[in-house]
C-alpha cells in the first residue's frame, strides 16, 4: 500500500493511498459521509448527490464517492452549504417517495430513513400527488415496488458488473424512469437474492423475509454457508431462535451470496421431531436415549453374530466435518464396518490407485484466486454458476470478467479504469466449456464444444496422454518419466501433432485453469478424467507452463466428506516421500484402509446377496439418488435392521425399523471444508435439540455398547481432536472458526498449486488409463464431435456428438439440477415458476423439433423403465440429449439408469 | 463584416455538393494542412487564433485538443456534436444542410493535427435532410480523396462516420453523446475523467460542436493573425447568431463576435415585431439568463455576457417583446427540461416535475406568494446539485425570470391568473 497524501476532513489529517476517494478518506478519518448510489463493490455512478461536500478552493460541492484525494487537500462535510445540499437533495428524494415507513418492509434499515432523519429538513412542503407505479413480484424470491425507488441503480450495476445476468435495466428517462426485469421477464440469475440486500430503500425486497419482522427484532450471528462447496460467509438472522433471513457478510471475501444460500435455509421441517421405531408394523414415538439404546444394541447384536461387514452405512453430504469424521471413526475404526459410503456424489475409490489418485487431485486443487492471470480456462463437464454459484462468479473475478469481488482493491476508485475486460476482445482469456451444458451467464463469451460426458472424457484421456507423450514425460514402462528437462519440446512442435484445433491452448496457454464440474463425482469417468487432468499439469509444467486445476465439488460438504470420510485424515503432507509416513503423534485413526471402503454400489450389491443385515442412513434418501432404483430397492429389502435419520419420515425412512429426526444443517454446530479447502465454521442456531449434532448422542451410544466409550460426544471435542489427529496447526476452536473468514488448515498458500515439481510418482499410466487408451472400455473409440465450427456473436458452439435424437433416441444426463432451476426452492416459495415435480430438460432445437413446448408433459423411456415428467426448454443443454434431476420423491432417473451403463439411451415421447 | 466565412457558400445553388464547394475553394485548407504544415502547426495555429468553442460553454479550441495525451497508444477519436438541440438553436443546421463540406473540411484538418483515423458526426436525429446531405458528402469527399485511406497523397487516413441520434436533447451534452455514441442509454458520465483522456470507447476524445470545427478551415487558410483580428480580444472570429423570437427578421446571421445586440436586433434582425417593445432577451438559448432592454448595448461575446451575468451560449438570441408572460417562459421550458431530465440524478430528476406544478400553478392562478420563494429554493437546491451542467442549464430561465420579473409572478399570484393572456387560456 502507497502511503503518502495528505488529506483533512474537517480538521481531521490523515494519510491515505493515492486513488483513494474522498468518501473512502473521510470513513478512514472517522467521518461518516451519507451515500446511496455508491456501494464499495460496485463502479462509482455518482447519481444520488447525497454524499455532496465541499473542497477547499473548488466552488461547486463535489461529489465524495467519486472525487478522488489529492495531496493537501481539505475537505469540509459540516458547513452549512453541505448542510442545505444534503437537506435538499433528501427534500427532493422524498418528493415521489411514500412516507409510509412504518408499513415498508425495509422501514428500519432504509438509508434513506436514516438520512433524512439525520440531515432531513423535517418538514414536507411537496403538496401534490405522487408518481406511482403498481408493485410487481419480479421473480420467486424478489419483490418490487418502483414507488421506493430511488433510482441508484444498484441492482442494475450488480446485474451488469458482478451477476454477469444482466437482467435488471433502466427503462424511460426522467421522473418516469423505472428499474427492473424486462416486460414479462423475471429475475433469473442465482444470484438474483443480492439485489434485495443492496438495494437502500424498500424498492426491491425479499419475499420469503418480507413482513415476517421488523429488523430490530432480529438477533445476528456470523456463520458460513453449507449448502455448496463455495463456502460463502454468511450472516444469519434469527427471531427466537428461528432463522429468518440469511445475509452476506458484506466486507468479508464474498460479499454476495447465492440464492440457494440465502433462501436454501427457508423448507420447514416436516418431519417428526422424536424418533419413531417400529414394533410390529406399527410405529411408536420414544426419547431418543431408548431409540440410540434400540439401534446400539442391534448393531452390537448383528455385529456379534454375522461380523461388522454385514453393517452398512450411509451419510449424505450435508453434514459437518465433525459429523463425517465421527462417523467414520466409529464405524470405520471401532466397529470396522467396510460398507461406509457417503452417498452416491462422493466417489467411493475401488482400490489402492484410485485411492491414490483422489489424494493426488485434492494436493493439486488450486484455489479460484490462482486463475489471477490465466489465458485460458477449459470448463470441463463444468457449470460453475450453476452448480457452485459464488465460486463462479470469483472464477469470472479472477478472469477479471466480472467486477465487485473481494480482491480488487476498492478504495482506489472502482470504475475508473475503463471498460471491463470482455471475452472475446483480445485481452480476456479464453474459455473453452467441453461439456453437455453451455455453462452460465450466457453474457460471456466462450467456445462450446458440446459433448455428452463420455465423449468428453474420452477426449481429455486422449489428448492429455497426447499431451504427455509429447512433453516426454509419460513412462509407460511404468518408472517416472524418461525424458529429463534437459530438451523440452516447445508448444509449437506440440501444436504440429494431431491435436484438434480447438484444443490448441492445451499445450500454447502460458496459463491455464480446468475448472471440473462435481458432476463428475458421480461420473464412470471420473478416475480416468482426474488422471489426465495431473498429467496435463505434469506435461504442462515440464513445457514451462502454469496449470491450475479446481475441483468444483458440488452440493453441501463434498471436499469435506471425500477428505475425512472418504480418505481419512491426512497429516500435513509436505513432499511425496512423508505420504505414507504418518501418525506418529496422532491419536490411531484411519485403521481400516481406505480402499476397503465399499461405497454405495458395494453396499447395494452386499445388501442384494444377502450379506448385509443392519444399514443406517444418515440425512439422504438413497433412493432419491442413485441410478437403478428398483434394484437398490430389493436389495435394501434383505436387510432386516434399516436405521435412518432424516428431515421426512418418507422415503426409506418411512420403512425404516428405527427413524430418528435430523436436524437442519443450520442447527448444528461445526465445521465446512470449501472446495479450496478452508474450513468454515458453522454456528448454530438455537434449536429444540440443542446446538450438537444428535449423531454424536447415537454414535456415543454405540461405542458405548462396544464397550469402546468415546469422548467424541460433542462438536467441539470432535473438531479437536479431529485437529490433533490430522496435524492442524492452527489454533482457532469452532466458535472462533464461526466468526473467521476460515482457516487453511495446512497455512495459507502450502496447498495452492503452482506444479513447478509434480510429484513424478503418479506418471506411469494407470491401470485405468490404459484400458482406455487401447479403447478396452469402449467400442468405438474415436470422439465424435465435430470440433470445427464457426465463431458467432454470443460465443462458439460446436456442434455435438451425437446425432441431435436420430432416431427419436437421445442421450440421458442426469444430476443435482442448477441452482437457476428453483428446483431447490420448492419449500421455500410458491412461486408459479418453482417446479415442484419431476422435469426434464429438453434443448431448444430437439423440442422445435419434437414440436414440444415448455410445460408439456413427455414420457422418458429407457431399457430399464419409464419416468412422465415437464419439460423444460433449454438453452444450454447441448441437442441429443434429454437432463432428468435427481432430488424430486417419486419416479426419477433411478427409475431409467443403472450405474452399470455408461451410456444410457432414452426415447422422449409427448403425453397427452 | 462584408466577407463570409462560416455562410459563404450559403444560398448557393448545390451548395452541398463537392464540386460546387471545390469551385468556391473547399478543401484548400486540407490540402496546405496536409502538405505544408505538421500536425502540431495545425494545433499551434488554432491556439493563436484565439477559436473558443461554439457549442456554448467557449472552451478555447486549441487548448482542449492539447489536453489529449500523447503517448497513449491505440486509437484515439474525434466527435463532432452536431446534436443541435437547444430550443432557439439552429446554426448548426444550417452549415451541415448547406455546406458540409465546410464541416469535413474542419473535422478532416482537425483529425489531423489530432493524429486521429477516426471521426464520428453524431447528428440530431430530427435533422433528416442534414444527416443525408453529410453522409452523401462523405462519400463524394471519399471518392474525392479527401476523406479516406491516404488523404491527398499524404499518407493520413481518416474515416468519417456519420450517426443519427435518437432524439433526446441530454445527448447534446458531450458525455452522454459518448455513451449513445457507443449504444448505450445517454446518460451523461461523471467527469473526471474528461473525454480527452478517458472517451469514446474509453479512449482520448475530442468532441467539437459543428461551427467550431467550421471554423478550422479558415484558420488555417488565412492564418490566426487573420481569425484573431476578427472580433474583440479574448473573443475572436465570426459567430452564427440564431435570432428568434418576436423580431422582423428571425434567421442565422454571421457576424463578428462582439457585436452589439443593438446592432444585431436592429439592423439584421430588423427590430421587435410590429414596433412592439423589447421586454427580454435570452441570448444564448433557454439556459442563459434573459437580460432586458437596458442591456441592449451589451457585445455578444462570451466575455461581456458574462460581465452582464448571462452568457453567450450557443448564440441563440431568443427576443421576447412587451406581449409575453415570463411565467408562461418559465413554465414551457421547465416543462422541457423536466421531459428532457436524463433521470440518472435526484435532484433534476424530482425536482424539475416539482418546479413545473407550482409554475402551473401560479400561471394558472391557482399559485401562492410563497410558491414563487419555494421556487428559488428549489433551483437552488438543483443549481451545482447535479451530475452535469443539465441541471444548472434547466433552473436558469426560473432563477433569471424570478430575478428580472419578480412582481410579474406576484401578480399572477395577485390576480389569479395571467394578466397578459384572456382568462381560460392554458398553457399546452
Known amino acids: 500500500m502507497v502511503m503518502g497524501l495528505k488529506v483533512t476532513v474537517d480538521n481531521r489529517t490523515i494519510e491515505v493511498e493515492q486513488g483513494t476517494t474522498v468518501l473512502n478518506a473521510a470513513s478512514q478519518a472517522g467521518v461518516y459521509i451519507p451515500h446511496l448510489c455508491y456501494h464499495r463493490k460496485l463502479s462509482i455512478k455518482g447519481g444520488c448527490r447525497v454524499c455532496l461536500i465541499e473542497v477547499e478552493g473548488t466552488p461547486k460541492l463535489q461529489p465524495a464517492c467519486s472525487t478522488v484525494v489529492c495531496e493537501g487537500m481539505r475537505v469540509k462535510t459540516d458547513t452549512q452549504q453541505v448542510k442545505d445540499a444534503r437537506r435538499a437533495v433528501l427534500e427532493l428524494l422524498l418528493v415521489n417517495h411514500p412516507l409510509d415507513c412504518p408499513v415498508c418492509d425495509a422501514g428500519g434499515e432504509c438509508k434513506l430513513q436514516d438520512y433524512v432523519f439525520w440531515y432531513g429538513g423535517g418538514r414536507g412542503r411537496f403538496e401534490f400527488e405522487k408518481r406511482t407505479f403498481a408493485r410487481e413480484d419480479v421473480g420467486p424470491f424478489v419483490s418490487r415496488d418502483m414507488n421506493r425507488c430511488i433510482h441508484c441503480t444498484r441492482c442494475v450495476r450488480f446485474a451488469a458488473e458482478v451477476s454477469l445476468a444482466e437482467e435488471i435495466g433502466v427503462f424511460e428517462r426522467g421522473d418516469r424512469t423505472s428499474i427492473g426485469p424486462s416486460p414479462g421477464r423475471e429475475l433469473r440469475s442465482p444470484f438474483s437474492g443480492n439485489v434485495t440486500e443492496i438495494c437502500p430503500v424498500g424498492a426491491l425486497t425479499d419475499r420469503v423475509f418480507r413482513f415476517r419482522a421488523r429488523s430490530w427484532e432480529l438477533a445476528e450471528f456470523l456463520s458460513s454457508c453449507p449448502l455448496c462447496s463455495a463456502g460463502c460467509l454468511t450472516v444469519v438472522q434469527t427471531r427466537g431462535g428461528r432463522i429468518l433471513r440469511m445475509l452476506t457478510r458484506e466486507k468479508s471475501r464474498t460479499p454476495w451470496i447465492c440464492d440457494l444460500g440465502r433462501f436454501g435455509f427457508g423448507a420447514p421441517a416436516r418431519g417428526e421431531s422424536r424418533p419413531l421405531i417400529m414394533e410390529d408394523g406399527r410405529r411408536m414415538e420414544v426419547p431418543w436415549d431408548v431409540a440410540a439404546r434400540t439401534v446400539a444394541g442391534r448393531l452390537r447384536t448383528i455385529s456379534k453374530e454375522s461380523g461388522p461387514e454385514s453393517i452398512g452405512v450411509i451419510c449424505g453430504t450435508l453434514a459437518t466435518n465433525e459429523e463425517i469424521f465421527a462417523l467414520r471413526h466409529v464405524f470405520g475404526n471401532v466397529m470396522k464396518c467396510r460398507h461406509l459410503s457417503f452417498g452416491p456424489g462422493t466417489p467411493s475409490p475401488a482400490g489402492r490407485e484410485e485411492t491414490e489418485l483422489l489424494r493426488d487431485a485434492l494436493l493439486a486443487q488450486g484455489r479460484v484466486s490462482d486463475l489471477v492471470g490465466c489465458d485460458s480456462l477449459l470448463l470441463l463437464c463444468a457449470d460453475p454458476f450453476e452448480e457452485t454459484p459464488v465460486a463462479g462468479l470469483r472464477i469470472m473475478q479472477a478472469l477479471g470478467l466480472a467486477s465487485g469481488g473481494a480482491v480488487e482493491n476498492d478504495e482506489a476508485g472502482a470504475g475508473r479504469e475503463g471498460p471491463r475486460r470482455t471475452a472475446g476482445d483480445g485481452t480476456a482469456p479464453r474459455i473453452v466449456a467441453l461439456g453437455p451444458r453451455r455453462p452460465q451467464p450466457s453474457t460471456v463469451h466462450m467456445t462450446w464444444v458440446a459433448a455428452a460426458p463420455r465423449d468428453c472424457a474420452e477426449l481429455v484421456m486422449r489428448l492429455g496422454l497426447e499431451l504427455a507423450e509429447t512433453a516426454g514425460r509419460l513412462g509407460t514402462s511404468g518408472g517416472p518419466g524418461k525424458a529429463g528437462p534437459e530438451a523440452p519440446p516447445t508448444a509449437g512442435e506440440f501444436q504440429g501433432r494431431d491435436l484438434d484445433s480447438k484444443f490448441g491452448f492445451w499445450a500454447s496457454a502460458r496459463k491455464l485453469g480446468i475448472v471440473l464440474g462435481g458432476e463428475l463425482t458421480r461420473s464412470p469417468y471420473l478416475y480416468g478424467v482426474l488422471a489426465s487432468v495431473l498429467r496435463v499439469c505434469a506435461a504442462r509444467s515440464a513445457l514451462g507452463a502454469e496449470t491450475v486445476p479446481l475441483f468444483l465439488f458440488g452440493r453441501g460438504n463434498a471436499r469435506g466428506a471425500l477428505e475425512l470420510g472418504v480418505l481419512g485424515p491426512q497429516p500435513t503432507r509436505g513432499g511425496a516421500d512423508q505420504g505414507q509416513d504418518r501418525s506418529e503423534g496422532a491419536p490411531r485413526s484411519g485403521s481400516v484402509s481406505t480402499a476397503e471402503h465399499a461405497g454405495l454400489s458395494g453396499i447395494v450389491e452386499a445388501a442384494g446377496h444377502g450379506r448385509l443385515r443392519a444399514l443406517l442412513v444418515f440425512g439422504i434418501d438413497p433412493l432419491a439418488e442413485c441410478l437403478d432404483r428398483a434394484e437398490v430397492e430389493r436389495a435394501l429389502k434383505n436387510v432386516e435392521f434399516v436405521c435412518a435419520q432424516s428431515n421426512t419420515a418418507q422415503g426409506i425412512s418411512g420403512t425404516a425399523h428405527v427413524y430418528l429426526p435430523l436436524q437442519s444443517i443450520f442447527e448444528k454446530a461445526g465445521s465446512f471444508t470449501d472446495l479450496e479447502g478452508r474450513l468454515t465454521g458453522l454456528s448454530p442456531q438455537a434449536s429444540e435439540h440443542g446446538p450438537d449434532s444428535l449423531l454424536f448422542a447415537l454414535l456415543g451410544t454405540v461405542c458405548e455398547a462396544m464397550r469402546r466409550p468415546t469422548e467424541l460426544n460433542s462438536a467441539d471435542a470432535v473438531f479437536a481432536y479431529m485437529k490433533q489427529s490430522c496435524g492442524w496447526p492452527f489454533k482457532e476452536d469452532l466458535k472462533m472458526l464461526s466468526r473467521s473468514e476460515g482457516v487453511f488448515p495446512r497455512g495459507p498458500g502450502s496447498e495452492s498449486a503452482s506444479w513447478a515439481a509434480p510429484s513424478p510418482d503418479w506418471l506411469p499410466l494407470r491401470e485405468f488409463e490404459r484400458r482406455a487408451r487401447d479403447g478396452v472400455s469402449r467400442e468405438n473409440a474415436p470422439f465424435r464431435g465435430d470440433i470445427t465450427g464457426a465463431d458467432s456473436a454470443g460465443g462458439e458452439t460446436v456442434p455435438s456428438a451425437p446425432e441431435p435424437g436420430r432416431d427419436g433416441e437421445f442421450v440421458l444426463l442426469c444430476g443435482s439440477a442448477g441452482v437457476s432451476s428453483w428446483a431447490w426452492a420448492r419449500d421455500v416459495s410458491q412461486h408459479p415458476k418453482i417446479p415442484n415435480s419431476l422435469f426434464v430438460e429438453v434443448s431448444r432445437a430437439d423440442a422445435h423439433r419434437l414440436a414440444i413446448r415448455q410445460g408439456d408433459s413427455v414420457e422418458v423411456a429407457s431399457a430399464l423403465g419409464r419416468v412422465t415428467a415437464a419439460v423444460v426448454v433449454s438453452d444450454s443443454l447441448m441437442p441429443g440429449a434429454v437432463y432428468v434431476p435427481f432430488g424430486f420423491p417419486g419416479p426419477g432417473p433411478g427409475d431409467l439408469a443403472s450405474s452399470r451403463d455408461e451410456v444410457t439411451v432414452v426415447r422422449l415421447n409427448k403425453v397427452g | ?428
Open chain 2, 1 to 428: 463584416m462584408a466577407e463570409k466565412i462560416l455562410l459563404r457558400n450559403v444560398g448557393i445553388p448545390g451548395s452541398e455538393r463537392l464540386e460546387v464547394c471545390r469551385s468556391r475553394g473547399g478543401y484548400r485548407a486540407l490540402e496546405k494542412a496536409v502538405r505544408e504544415l505538421r500536425p502540431a502547426d495545425v494545433t499551434e495555429a488554432v491556439k493563436k487564433s484565439g477559436l473558443r468553442g461554439r457549442g456554448g460553454a467557449g472552451f478555447p479550441t486549441g487548448l482542449k485538443w492539447s489536453f489529449v495525451p500523447k503517448d497513449v497508444p491505440g486509437p484515439r477519436y474525434l466527435c463532432c456534436n452536431a446534436d443541435e438541440g437547444e430550443p432557439g438553436t439552429f446554426k448548426d443546421r444550417v452549415i451541415i444542410e448547406n455546406d458540409p463540406h465546410l464541416l469535413l473540411e474542419g473535422i478532416a484538418i482537425s483529425c489531423y493535427a489530432l493524429s486521429v483515423a477516426e471521426a464520428f458526426i453524431y447528428v440530431r436525429g430530427e435533422f433528416a435532410l442534414g444527416a443525408e446531405r453529410l453522409e452523401g458528402a462523405v462519400r463524394e469527399a471519399e471518392a474525392g480523396g479527401f476523406l479516406g485511406r491516404n488523404i491527398l497523397g499524404s499518407g493520413f487516413d481518416l474515416r468519417v462516420r456519420v450517426h443519427r441520434g435518437a432524439g433526446s436533447y441530454i445527448c447534446g451534452e458531450e458525455t452522454a453523446l459518448l455513451e449513445s455514441l457507443e449504444g448505450k442509454r445517454g446518460l451523461p458520465r461523471l467527469k473526471p475523467p474528461f473525454p480527452a483522456s478517458v472517451g469514446l470507447y474509453g479512449k482520448p476524445t475530442v468532441i467539437n460542436n459543428v461551427e467550431t470545427l467550421s471554423c478550422v478551415p479558415s484558420i488555417v487558410q488565412n492564418g490566426p493573425e487573420w481569425f484573431a483580428s476578427i472580433g474583440t480580444k479574448g473573443n475572436t472570429g465570426p459567430k452564427l447568431f440564431a435570432v428568434s423570437g418576436h423580431v422582423e427578421r428571425p434567421g442565422v446571421y454571421e457576424l463578428p463576435l462582439g457585436v452589439t445586440l443593438r446592432e444585431l436586433l436592429s439592423e439584421h434582425a430588423g427590430g421587435v415585431r410590429g414596433g412592439r417593445r423589447l421586454k427580454a432577451v435570452m441570448p444564448g438559448g433557454p439556459s442563459t439568463p434573459v437580460i432586458t432592454a437596458e442591456h441592449l448595448d451589451v457585445r455578444l461575446d462570451f466575455d461581456s455576457l458574462a460581465a452582464a451575468g448571462t452568457a453567450l451560449g450557443s448564440g441563440a438570441v431568443i427576443v421576447m417583446d412587451d406581449a409575453t408572460c415570463m411565467v408562461e417562459i418559465a413554465l414551457r421550458l421547465t416543462r422541457f427540461y423536466r421531459h428532457e431530465s436524463c433521470g440518472q440524478c435526484s435532484p433534476c430528476r424530482e425536482g424539475l416535475g416539482w418546479m413545473e406544478r407550482l409554475l402551473d400553478g401560479i400561471e394558472s392562478g391557482r399559485g401562492r406568494l410563497s410558491d414563487v420563494g419555494l421556487l428559488l429554493e428549489l433551483a437552488a437546491g438543483i443549481s451545482g446539485k447535479t451530475l452535469c451542467p443539465f441541471g444548472d442549464a434547466a433552473v436558469v430561465p426560473v432563477q433569471s425570470t424570478i430575478g428580472r420579473f419578480r412582481e410579474e409572478y406576484e401578480s399572477h399570484v395577485r390576480t389569479k391568473g395571467c394578466p397578459l393572456k384572456p382568462a381560460g387560456v392554458r398553457i399546452p
